[in-house]
């Protein structure tokens, strides 16, 4: 007698946020397929709908309210997780239909939540999930996240409160992924976390696993650009031990990429911020750096009106960005999260103005990436394809060792009809604008 599988439960996802987030939703969509979850590209399909979201910002809590309201009329059933589920009272005062709201890192009572919303059937048989687990991001790049939470108490910012204290996960675990990750395909890892710097210091630097790996972020790092793989670091706090980073950029170990996130240079507005506030000696850092690593690319991103924040100070910053000749930077018109204590400081910025000063910095943003990005012309570099037109058109988009996926800026070439995502490519560069560089295959 003929028998046939009956159907699997399926799952929509939303996933909302920063990589960390997506990192959260990878992780959950694993286990889930494990489970024998099919997956849902639209709400339609979907047996039950989970929405990952972000509550950093009061402008990234309303996208993530009108995410579940869509998720909502579209389906019905919902599952809420992420940072704003840590306000699950104003979620359910908001949706009381909601199936269940969890907070951030809670996969267990997600897939828990899930298995009670849509039961899967009795199957005799389950598809196998890969190895390096399932990916919101294409095959050649994938996100590695190496610790969850934040010792930092920055006026601005309620991250430690969503997700708790640094918790470094094990260096052998995080290398074991690594490796799975590679060998299914992936080119590029980047790594992440709320302060990349201070990996391993809830854990002590203590060694792990059979090779006794360091819980360190100067180890791991080494350990990963042995793998053959693009490795890029997000994240990365000034400490004293990121000298020892760009060592390892100048064996070739890890990319030449680094993203500190400054978010000022004036060093009252940085006390006010509750961030190291030495600007000048962060100026010789930075020399220092690119004399090791000339081709260095800076990564930053920066508050504009923050709390008290003056004409004269805010221009102490435009003119400390054209000192530090950073490659690619990020400007947000400062945003009063809720909770936060810099909500109570005194001489709040108009709003108005908060945002013309963030349209100056990035004005002046523009200008610094031309300047640099044009001293790169007739230059050959390697290139890591993201998208390929084929053939017929022989073009694609690629990205330089210099720009993050999602992020930075792209280098799109001509006369490139073999180019395939994923491919590692050595490029002349023949022009460039702001933001991208254009090139054609050696």
């Not at 987030?21 to 997956?39: K, M, N």
């Not at 090791?292 to 003119?319: K, N, W, Y």
């Amino acid at each position: 007698m003929a028998t046939a599988l009956a159907r699997p439960k399926r799952v929509g996802m939303v996933s909302l946020g920063c990589p960390k987030a997506l990192v959260d939703s990878e992780r959950i969509l694993t286990r889930l397929r494990a489970d024998g979850y099919a997956l849902s590209s639209d709400y339609a399909g979907a047996d039950v709908v989970i929405v990952n979201t972000c509550g950093f910002l009061d402008s990234a809590k309303a996208e993530s309210l009108e995410a579940i309201g869509e998720a909502v009329a579209e389906n019905g059933r919902v599952i809420v997780t992420g940072c704003m589920g840590a306000e699950a009272e104003t979620i359910r005062a908001r949706f009381p239909e909601v199936l269940a709201v969890t907070g951030p890192q809670q996969y267990e009572a997600v897939v828990g939540a899930v298995h009670a919303a849509a039961p899967q059937p009795a199957q005799p048989f389950v598809d196998l999930v890969p190895e390096a687990g399932l990916k919101l991001t294409p095959r050649h790049t994938s996100y590695l996240k190496i610790s969850e939470g934040c010792n930092h108490r920055c006026s601005f910012c309620i991250i430690p409160r969503l997700r708790g204290r640094l918790e470094s996960r094990r260096p052998d675990a995080i290398l074991r992924e690594a490796e799975k990750l590679v060998a299914a395909g992936t080119r590029e890892l980047v790594v992440i976390s709320q302060d990349t710097s201070a990996y391993g210091r809830d854990l002590r630097h203590e060694r792990f696993g059979a090779g006794g790996l360091r819980a360190h972020i100067t180890d791991l790092a080494r350990a990963l650009g042995q793998l053959g793989a693009w490795v890029r670091l997000h994240y990365v706090y000034p400490y004293a031990h990121v000298d020892a980073l760009v060592e390892l950029m100048a064996e070739g170990l890890i990319l030449p990429y680094l993203d500190i996130p400054f978010q000022h240079a004036h060093p009252r507005v940085l006390k006010a911020m509750r961030r190291p506030a030495d600007e000048a000696r962060v100026l010789d850092r930075i020399a220092a750096w690119r004399r090791l690593v000339p081709d260095l690319a800076i990564r930053s991103t920066f508050i504009a009106g923050f709390p008290g924040e003056t004409e004269a100070e805010f221009q102490h910053l435009l003119d400390w960005l054209d000192e530090a000749r950073l490659d690619r930077v990020g400007c947000f018109a400062y945003e009063p999260v809720a909770g936060a204590d810099a909500n109570a400081l005194p001489d709040p910025v108009p709003e108005e103005v908060r945002r013309e000063r963030r349209d100056r910095l990035m004005a002046r943003a523009a200008e610094m990436s031309a300047r640099r990005l044009a001293a790169k012309v007739g230059r050959t570099i390697e290139v890591l394809v993201d998208a390929a037109d084929g053939a017929d058109g022989g073009g694609a988009t690629a990205r330089s060792k210099w720009d993050a996926p999602e992020i930075d800026g792209r280098v799109l070439l001509r006369d490139a009809p073999h180019a395939r995502p994923g491919d590692i490519l050595t490029v002349r560069i023949e022009d460039a604008d702001a933001f991208d560089l254009y090139g054609v295959p050696c």
